[in-house]
């Protein structure tokens, strides 16, 4: 019970065999999130301390009480955009800067209540329905979209703030002649250096730091021929501090709709980086308890001036590649960001943006699966459209809108799989077996009853196609009883329960009847807690279709005219 509340007591002790692993990973975390605490608090329109906030204090807690071993949380670019969108409607952050920072520190614990809520009431099942293809389609769309971001950094080149893919490339290619040749040697530099690196096995799994040094070593040396190569700048030096946020009625009620978005985009975000990541370590994941802690660490945090946080997609694939194996790295991660800003933050400010650029363009060219990619096209047209949709929507959409179009085609699909339940005529083979008729010319049926099987669910979607059977069925001969094998159905819903119950009756009334064999408790559950039952009767379902076929021969008024079973003989 203990573990279920602090998953933390299930990794930690695995934590004492892994701690190098996560030491270099959580290392390699503290440099990366340097500069994206500042630009995604640059995003969400707030001053870059209330960025170093966030990473260094929701990390920490979402490790504590998540499930997945990989996922890093903080503040992220779909978060911070959203949150700005949310708050600018009612202030800009050049008009009032304090009272914009008081109603994002709100809106970020309205939404971890929020989250609490849907982990507590265990929605997180909710995730399930996002199939791998959408997963992989995202990972790949954010691994390119990560790399392309980092041009601007590579090239040296001043992309406006907050440009779309397309944007980008556009915009890099017109201006190609501005490009920052020192700055972009600095990138190859480093990028070349981590790709030698992770060749050499023993040092392998330092290829990020290693990288990083070295590249952040090279911009030192240009600086003493007076080249200057961007760098991320000052770093302010204090913790986060206690806060009560302002809860104010009437803010909380404008501020309503906003968290729900927040809530939903951000533990969808989560679920899906954990699951992408997952895909590769075969982690087994509760994502009931990835709400919960994200939850609380939106809450907990929000108490010491941090705004709203989520899984961080680029620091969560570095931390797997880098090597880690339990979230003790984002905690040494968070820590690390701490120690750096209180006693390293004029060393740190040195950091070259070039350098950092390289090395997450690599971490975003492996975020794309070739394997799982190859799969997906060779095997299914429909995953294949489920795959591109996601990809191409990452691209040029937002990411929370890319997934939800993902989600919905997966879902479509689904929908139109299940809403076609198979349907076969079986008949009796020469060897005795009932089979699919259309398998086997040389299959016999008795001329007064039909044997159906039917395999998929039987619910308001799937209505409209056994319905038409079933016309055809009554319409085309004279057969008198149908009996059903139901062992393929899974399930039966209201609507299908009422419709086949009327069908039934047309049957008694003006046929002999329809019957039931082997059809699940589930299924008659329906039937019996809606009082079907008593329209329909018991009698009409069967343990196995043998005890069927011989109580159905007993109620022929006619003999059979195709004697396919020995009943039809008796």
Known sequence: MLQKIFPFLTWLPLAKKSWKD??????TGTIIVIPQAVAFAMIAGMPPIYGFYTAMLTPVIAAIFGSSYHLVS???????????????????PETDIEAFVSLAILLSFMAGVIKLFMGIARMGKLASFVSNSVIIGFSAGAGVLIAFKQLKHIFGIEVPQGSSFYNIISYIATHISETNWYAFGVATATLAIALLIRKIKKISKLYMLVAMILGSLIAVFLTRYSIQVETVGTIPNNLPPFKMPAF??????????????????????AAAISRSIALHTHQKLNTNQEFVSQGISNVVSSFFSCYTSSGSFTRSSINYQAGAKTPMSAVISAVGLMTVVLLFAEYAAFLPKPAMGGIIMLVGYNLIDFKHIKQIINSSKRELIVFGATFIGTLFLDLDEALIIGIFISLFFYMERTSNPN??????????????????????ECSNLKIVRVDGSLYFGSIEKISDFF???????????????ADGINFIDLAAA??????????QKNRGGIYFTGLKL???????????VELVGKDIFFKNKKEAIEELHKLFETPCETKAFKECHE
């Open 248 to 269: 104010d009625y009437d803010n909380m009620r404008m501020l309503t709709t906003g968290a729900i978005i927040l809530a939903t985009l951000g533990l969808v975000e």
């Open 522 to 532: 589930v299924g008659q559950n329906v039937f019996i807690k809606g009082g079907f």
């Open 498 to 507: 009422e419709w086949l119950s009327n069908e039934i009756l047309n049957w």
């Open 423 to 444: 349907i076969a005529i079986l008949a009796l083979s020469e060897n005795g077996k009932l089979i699919n008729k259309i398998r086997d010319s040389k299959t016999v």
């Open 74 to 92: 903080g503040p992220t670019t779909t978060s911070s955009i959203v949150l700005y969108s949310i708050i600018s409607k009612y202030i800009h």
């Open 22 to 27: 996560d030491l270099i990973a959580g290392i």
């Open 471 to 485: 016309t055809n069925l009554y319409s085309q001969n004279e057969i008198q009883y149908v009996l059903i094998v």
